[in-house]
């Protein structure tokens, strides 16, 4: 496997379901995120870990739940989940600096087409 | 605060003709500019980023952007379009964080 890798490529689930999707990045990086990109919206940045630390939460609802064990492993467990939830989540990779500005380029796994029904 | 705004949420030519998708950001410090693609089903990928070097930054499939300070501008154009070229195109500012801002993304078609 090469580059940044995402199960399932489509997940539908209902409301009172639970599930997870994962992400792996194989390219060494050492800092991952999860987007959310809906129709006809700008992509959301949902979470960021550096070095398997939660250094972001955009205001994300608690029915998703992110979980980031090691440096190529994140995971995004999902619960009670609304319809308004689906679409396509994707996961990035990224090596950031020690220090000073920060010019890493995010590389993007394939997504997980979310239906929530 | 940082800000996108692409102008266009679609854009359709012919092939062999130019492409020209627009860009412009707003940042209150020194950006870093950044264009991908995203072909159906598919996750994003980069095409170019600017990073305070040359202004205009050439990516790859032919595609390059000029970043312009005095218009907050970085336009993506290619000279020649191909059928292949027909994706989603994004593009996004960094506040040196890492952390990315994009844009809606527009929708790029090329007609034979």
């Known amino acids: 496997e090469t580059g940044v890798t995402q199960t399932p490529r489509h997940l539908v689930m209902g409301m009172t379901n639970k599930k997870s999707l994962k992400c792996e990045q194989h390219?060494?990086?050492?800092?991952m995120y999860w987007y959310k990109q809906s129709a006809k919206k700008p992509l959301e940045l949902m979470f960021v870990y550096n070095f398997k630390e939660q250094t972001e939460n955009n205001s994300v609802p608690s029915r998703f739940s992110p979980e980031c064990p090691n440096s190529s492993h994140l995971f995004l467990h999902l619960h009670t989940l609304q319809p308004e939830d689906s679409a396509l989540y994707l996961c990035?990779?990224?090596?950031?600096?020690?220090?000073?500005?920060?010019?890493?380029?995010?590389?993007f796994g394939p997504g997980t087409r979310l239906t929530v029904l | 605060a940082q800000s996108v705004t692409q102008l266009g949420s679609h854009v359709s030519v012919s092939e062999g003709a130019l492409v020209l998708l627009r860009c412009n950001y707003s940042?209150?410090?020194?950006?870093?500019l950044f264009w991908y693609v995203q072909y159906p089903n598919q996750g994003l990928q980069l095409l170019l980023k600017y990073t305070s070097a040359a202004t205009l930054v050439k990516g790859i499939n032919g595609f390059e952007a000029e970043f312009k300070k005095s218009e907050t501008s970085f336009h993506l154009t290619k000279p020649s379009a191909h059928m292949s070229d027909a994706a989603e195109y994004f593009c996004a500012v960094s506040d040196q964080g890492g952390k990315l801002i994009f844009g809606q993304g527009t929708e790029l078609s090329v007609k034979p």
């Open positions: 390219l060494g990086h050492n800092a």
């Open positions: 990035a990779s990224s090596q950031k600096s020690l220090g000073g500005p920060s010019t890493d380029t995010q590389y």
């Open positions: 940042s209150s410090v020194p950006p870093y």
